[in-house]
């Protein structure tokens, strides 16, 4: 078995692979106290492999929230203030966060607010907070009904990126981080997507290394730029229109995962990069090919469009009244802060309900 990564930057280190956790002993001496946040499913099958992983850490409060994105909410960043005003923590202690995406937004938005800030560690379990969410230091809340509407940029001291936790994963979520997985690829890393172009999230065989490359990815954008200025804008592709659909979604209680709706937003701005840059038809209709074998179409019709579009008003990335989008100009090269007319925007989610070629 490999050894696992070691990658040190400013101000974060990662330890990503096999034998991650038992390699993060260390990265727990220099605190007084030991905090875990969680959420119930996470707690029941993934906090006792973390404890068996390290034996001799002693935890000194756990702190567990409701599971699922609708509770991503004021209400638990309020329950975990009491419990850690309950606990006494202080900033001589530490918080380990152990979960998917909601616990790393929400509990890193806790410790980096208390007190002025007490210092986190992030422990992903899923795949999407492995090879997204818990890298980059983005946490917050929805408020108001809108996704990461409230929160601020706040790095970890270090993330553990370790597989084991993923063998208790559901296939949604597997799915889920596999959107995540496939924007890289189209993105910045060409050599990625041909590992996955014609795969099945569910016949992948190497993980491990198809984590490790997509965290590596990552790390590489939010190393140059923390703080969303240039190019980790390029992250957002399919997130524009995506978000918007994960809200619409959330907003109507059927939520959809973040996976599906950045899916689908990766197709309708698969599109815009066709007709705006000109990317080819032969890669748009290989980008389309490979999410709609992956993913099941969301079944919204025209008269929906515009609520979809006013949610997406609400988008951070809105200027001057025009949607900011990140969008391709071919497979493996993106390019952020191209301005979109609303008309033409309108046209790719129709171009997604008509299932149309590209032309
Ligand atoms: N998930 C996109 C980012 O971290 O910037």
Redesign the pocket.
């Known amino acids: 078995m490999n050894n696992p990564l070691l990658i040190e930057t400013e101000p974060v280190s990662y330890i990503i692979g096999n034998d991650a956790i038992e390699k993060s002993a260390t990265k727990f001496k220099e605190f007084n106290r030991i905090i875990v946040i969680t959420d119930e499913n996470v707690e029941k099958h993934c906090l006792p492999v973390f404890k068996q992983k390290l034996p001799s850490l002693i935890i000194d409060g756990v702190i567990t929230i409701i599971s699922g994105e609708e509770n991503k909410s004021i209400h638990q960043l309020i329950y975990i203030w009491n419990e850690l005003t309950r606990l006494n923590v202080g900033r001589d202690d530490l918080i380990v966060n152990l979960g998917g995406g909601v616990v790393t937004d929400i509990a890193g938005m806790a410790a980096a607010t208390f007190k002025r800030g007490v210092q986190f560690i992030n422990f992903p379990t899923t795949l999407l907070g492995m090879v997204?969410?818990a890298?980059?230091?983005?946490t917050g809340i929805d408020f108001a009904r809108f996704k990461n509407q409230v929160g601020l940029f706040i790095n970890p001291t270090c993330v553990i990126i370790d597989p084991i936790f993923l063998k208790t994963l559901e296939k949604l979520h597997w799915q889920s981080g596999f959107a995540?997985v496939i924007k890289y690829g189209l993105i910045m890393d060409r050599e990625l997507w041909q590992k996955l172009e014609g795969k099945n999230y569910n016949d992948v065989d190497d993980w491990d290394t198809l984590i490790i490359k997509a965290a590596k990815d990552?790390i590489d954008?939010?190393r140059f730029d923390a703080l969303?200025k240039g190019i980790?804008?390029n992250?957002?592709f399919g997130?524009t229109i995506g978000h918007a659909l994960e809200s619409y979604y959330l907003k109507s209680g059927h939520p959809v995962t973040h996976g599906m709706a950045i899916a689908a937003g990766m197709i309708c701005e698969s599109w815009l990069s066709s007709k705006i840059f000109g990317m080819e038809c032969i890669h748009m209709d290989c980008i389309v090919k490979m999410i709609d074998s992956n993913f099941e179409r969301f079944n919204f019709t025209k008269d929906e469009i515009p609520r979809i579009m006013q949610l997406m008003e609400q988008d951070k990335k809105v200027r001057n009244n025009k949607q900011n989008f990140s969008l391709l100009r071919k497979i493996g090269k993106a390019v952020h802060e191209v301005e979109v007319e609303t008309d033409i925007i309108i046209k790719s989610l129709e171009f997604y309900i008509d299932r149309k070629k590209c032309d």
């Open positions: 997204d969410a890298i980059g230091g983005k995540e990552k954008i939010v969303e980790r804008k992250l957002n997130h």
